[in-house]
C-alpha cells in the first residue's frame, strides 16, 4: 500500500498550539475538554486533532475504545503529514490493524516516518527489517535505519546497534564499538544496554575485564527491571566475583529475576532455598520455583524436580512425574538424568511406565 497524500495542504510536522491545548487537558486527566478541543477542529485541516482524537479512542478515554476510528483519526493525521501519526499506524498495523497484509502495511507507514527523520520509526523499521529476513541485505538495512536513530540518541537504537557490532549481523563484528554504543545507551537510562555492557566488562569481550564495573551496571539494570542483570548479579554474589560472596544477596537477585519468570534464577534460587544456603531452608518453596523453571525447559531444573519427585522432598513422593522430568533432562543431555530415568524406570510397574510415557508426550 501507498500512504495517500492531501494535495490541498501543506504537511504539518508539528501540532499546532490550538491542539497542544488538548494535549495539556490530556495530561491532566481532563478528557472531555481534551475532546471537545480537538473535536471543535476536526473538520479543518489539523493534523494535531486527528492524532489527539486518536489516541483518545485507540486508548478509551472519556470515549468508548474503538481502534478503528482511531486508526481513521491517525490517517487523517498522516495524511496532513504528522509524522507521529504515522508512526502509529505502524504500530496498530503491527498489532494486525490494517486494511492489507499488516506486516507490509507496518513498514510502509514506519518507513514513510522514518525516511523522514522519526526516530521511533527509524528504530522500527530496523527491527522489521532485522526480523523479517535472514539475509545479510536485510540485517545492514537495519543497522543502517539504528544508525540514524542513534545519531538522534535514541536507546534503543543504540542498544541494537550494540547488539548487531557485537555479533557482527549486518555489520562487521566490533566489540569495542558495542561497549561504546551500550555505553551510551546505558547512560541515557537503557536497562537492557546497561546489562550487556557488563556482560562485556565480565567477560572482557572488547574491553578491558572489570568485575567490579559489571557489578555495578548489573545493579542499575536490576533495580530498572532486567531479570537477565538481576540472575547475573545474583551469580556474581554466589560466586563472590567482584564483590564479596553473600548467598543472601544472591537468594535476593535470584528472586527478583525468578519473579521476572528468568528460568536460571528460578532454579538458582531453588537450590538456595533447598540448601538453606543466604535464605531459611524450604523445599516446598524450592520445589515450586524448581517446577517452574522445568516448564520452561530448564534442564538442571528438571533434574532437580525429578530428584524432589522421586524422594518426596517437598512434595509428595511421584515416581511416574519423576520419571517424566528425569526422561525431559535426559533429552536435553543432562549427564546424570539418563541413569536416575533408567533407575526409577525399574520401579514402575508396567502400567505405571505406559502412565509416564503417556504424560511425558502429551505435556
Request: overall charge negative.
Amino acid at each position: 500500500m501507498t500512504a495517500p497524500e492531501d494535495p490541498e495542504h501543506a504537511p504539518q510536522t508539528t501540532v499546532e498550539p490550538e491542539d497542544e491545548a488538548g494535549f495539556e487537558a490530556l495530561e491532566r486527566g481532563d478528557f472531555a475538554e481534551a475532546h471537545r478541543i480537538w473535536s471543535e477542529r476536526a473538520d479543518g485541516p489539523y493534523a494535531g486533532a486527528h492524532l489527539g482524537l486518536g489516541v483518545l479512542y485507540a486508548s478509551g478515554l472519556g470515549v468508548e475504545s474503538d481502534v478503528q476510528r482511531a486508526r481513521e483519526h491517525w490517517k487523517r493525521a498522516a495524511e496532513l503529514g504528522l509524522l507521529d501519526a504515522c508512526f502509529n499506524l505502524g504500530l496498530l498495523a503491527e498489532q494486525g490493524i490494517a486494511e492489507g497484509d499488516p506486516a507490509e502495511e507496518a513498514e510502509t507507514w514506519y518507513r514513510r516516518a522514518a525516511e523522514a527523520g522519526h526516530a521511533n520509526a527509524q528504530y522500527n523499521l530496523g527491527v522489521l527489517r532485522f526480523a523479517s529476513e535472514i539475509s545479510p541485505e536485510a540485517a545492514a538495512e537495519a543497522v543502517a535505519w539504528w544508525e540514524k536513530a542513534a545519531e538522534q540518541g535514541d536507546p534503543d537504537a543504540l542498544n541494537s546497534l550494540g547488539v548487531a557490532y557485537e555479533t557482527g549481523r549486518g555489520c562487521a563484528a566490533d566489540p569495542a564499538e558495542a561497549g561504546r554504543l551500550y555505553t551510551r545507551a546505558a547512560g541515557a537510562g537503557h536497562a537492557r544496554a546497561a546489562c550487556n555492557l557488563a556482560q562485556l566488562l565480565e567477560q572482557g569481550h572488547g574491553v578491558i575485564a572489570d568485575l567490579a564495573e559489571a557489578v555495578r551496571w548489573y545493579r542499575q539494570a536490576a533495580e530498572d527491571g532486567d531479570g537477565e542483570a538481576a540472575a547475573r548479579l545474583g551469580n556474581l554474589y554466589r560466586d563472590g566475583k567482584g564483590v564479596e560472596c553473600d548467598p543472601a544477596q544472591a537468594a535476593h537477585w535470584y528472586r527478583v529475576a525468578a519473579d521476572d519468570g528468568h528460568p536460571a534464577a528460578r532454579t538458582n534460587l531453588g537450590v538456595l532455598l533447598d540448601r538453606g544456603h543466604g535464605i531459611a531452608r524450604d523445599q516446598r518453596e524450592a520445589a515450586h520455583w524448581y517446577r517452574l523453571a522445568a516448564r520452561q525447559g530448564q534442564m538442571q531444573a528438571q533434574y532437580n524436580l525429578g530428584i524432589f519427585l522421586a524422594e518426596g522432598h517437598g512434595v509428595e513422593q511421584d515416581l511416574v512425574e519423576a520419571w517424566v522430568w528425569f526422561s525431559r533432562a535426559a533429552d536435553q543431555g543432562h549427564p546424570s538424568a539418563a541413569d536416575a530415568r533408567d533407575y526409577v524406570h525399574q520401579h514402575l510397574s508396567l502400567e505405571q511406565q505406559q502412565d509416564a510415557l503417556a504424560r511425558k508426550s502429551r505435556e
